[in-house]
T-cell receptor, first 112, second 111 residues
């Protein structure tokens, strides 16, 4: 298995633009997590899914953020409109209930 | 916040020495995990210890868990330059399947 695949690896955009981050989980994993990492706040859990259903989105910072998992093979995290303070590394991770997580390589987002 | 905290924030040692990192957390847990992150990369799972376990070993890694003190430690023995990375503890919520990560310890092993 290729592991958790995230795209793009780097994204540079201007304030106000829409940004879509993508994640392909490891086949068979029934939990998918989106995290954001910054120097100031560390790793923050944004949202997680179980069997494609969002379970807890209390970490999503604002209505500008939305996440979907239309099927077991794909998830997106969308920011619309983006702001400079959204600049961070966004990670997708997958796994099973209360077991270890497998992380993707992350998307480095810079909003100018 | 349910995030844990690692201590120290940064640690610099000579190759061959042992490195000890500590993690404190706030709420009851089912298990605690340790992860490593190399610069510019995703996190890699190292070891998982369940709430009914007190100690666990994996190669050069030794993890302890004290649920009464809500703390854990990670010991890396005979460190190598390749161990240079940031180390994070992660705790799960007592309900649900959320994992909360600590602030991390940055370890530098000097060859």
């Amino acid at each position: 298995d290729a592991g958790v695949i995230q795209s793009p690896r780097h994204e540079v955009t201007e304030m106000g633009q829409e940004v879509t981050l993508r994640c392909k989980p490891i086949s068979g994993h029934d939990y998918l997590f989106w995290y954001r990492q910054t120097m100031m706040r560390g790793l923050e859990l944004l949202i997680y899914f179980n069997n494609n259903v969002p379970i807890d989105d209390s970490g999503m910072p604002e209505d500008r953020f939305s996440a979907k998992m239309p099927n077991a093979s794909f998830s997106t995290l969308k920011i619309q409109p983006s702001e400079p303070r959204d600049s961070a590394v966004y990670f997708c991770a997958t796994g099973f209930l209360r077991e270890k997580l497998f992380f993707g390589s992350g998307t480095q987002l810079s909003v100018l | 916040s349910q995030q844990g905290e690692e201590d120290p924030q940064a640690l610099s040692i000579q190759e061959g020495e042992n490195a000890t990192m500590n993690c404190s957390y706030k709420t009851s847990i089912n298990n605690l995990q340790w992860y490593r992150q190399n610069s510019g990369r995703g996190l890699v799972h190292l070891i998982l210890i369940r709430s009914n376990e007190r100690e666990k070993h994996s190669g050069r890694l030794r993890v302890t868990l004290d649920t009464s003190k809500k703390s854990s430690s990670l010991l890396i023995t005979a460190s190598r330059a390749a161990d240079t990375a940031s180390y994070f503890c992660a705790t799960d919520a007592n309900t649900g399947n959320q994992f909360y990560f600590g602030t991390g310890t940055s370890l530098t092993v000097i060859p």
